[in-house]
């Protein structure tokens, strides 16, 4: 059973940081790439980026360059992102999702989300 | 990376059969078999529906189907009934470890 578990809501306030995990079964861990996809309020799912946990090897969406960062722990099979210098419209729920490591590219399995909230 | 184009809604009748479109280029959707579509409910996590254009996940009900022509896939849902009603986004591969998602459509079941 994979599952995947998403740290807690989040407020925040413009030009913070924020730091959101992803906890996955060690099975889980060693056979999939992870992603972090958002969706803000009223708009469609975005697509993030992309961590190899076991390799550290990373793939970022454009728009996000510069101020999106991921890291893995594989003592604890978690994956972190964190986002930097926040903007009202980083307001957004945050999902973690995984694709398996022969490269087909769908995300069969997601978090729950985590809500992060930036206001001032 | 531009978001794929989909329509912003499709409306059916119970028991019809609908059609969501979604248009990228040939360095994504045309490019690539690893075009996915996803159910989204709000508040829900979003559900794998089709994989690697027209593969159906298990568990995911025979009325769905998926293809491809040239830069646009297609996720069909026959037999369109009341729980068909969410969001559904499209998904690619776009090449250097990059995706894409579609800009998403709401399906309304009459």
């Known amino acids: 059973q994979v599952q995947l578990v998403q740290s807690g809501a989040e407020v925040t306030k413009p030009g913070a940081s924020v730091k959101v995990s992803c906890k996955a079964s060690q099975s889980t861990f060693i056979t999939s790439y992870m992603h972090w996809v958002r969706q803000a309020p009223g708009q469609g799912l975005e697509w993030m980026g992309i961590i190899n946990p076991n390799t550290g090897g990373k793939g970022f969406a454009q728009t996000f360059q510069g101020r999106f960062s991921m890291t893995s722990d594989t003592s604890t099979s978690t994956v972190y992102m964190e986002l930097s210098n926040l903007r009202s419209d980083d307001t957004a729920l945050y999902y973690c999702a995984r694709s398996d490591l022969s490269g087909s590219g769908f995300f069969d399995h997601w978090g729950q989300g985590t809500l992060v909230t930036v206001s001032s | 990376q531009s978001a794929l184009t989909q329509p912003a809604s499709v409306p059916g009748s119970p028991g019809q059969s609908i059609t969501i479109s979604c248009t990228g280029t040939s360095s994504d959707v045309g490019g690539y078999n690893a075009v996915s579509w996803y159910q989204h409910h709000p508040g829900q996590a979003p559900k794998l529906m089709m994989s690697?254009?027209?593969q159906r996940p298990s568990g995911v009900s025979i009325r769905f189907s998926g293809s491809r022509s040239g830069n646009t896939a297609s996720l069909t849902i026959s037999g369109l009934q009341a729980e068909d009603e969410a969001d559904y986004y499209c998904?690619?591969?776009?090449?250097?470890?990059?995706?894409?998602f579609g800009t998403g459509t709401h399906v309304t079941v009459l």
């Open positions: 690697e254009v027209s």
């Open positions: 998904c690619s591969y776009a090449g250097s470890s990059t995706f894409v």
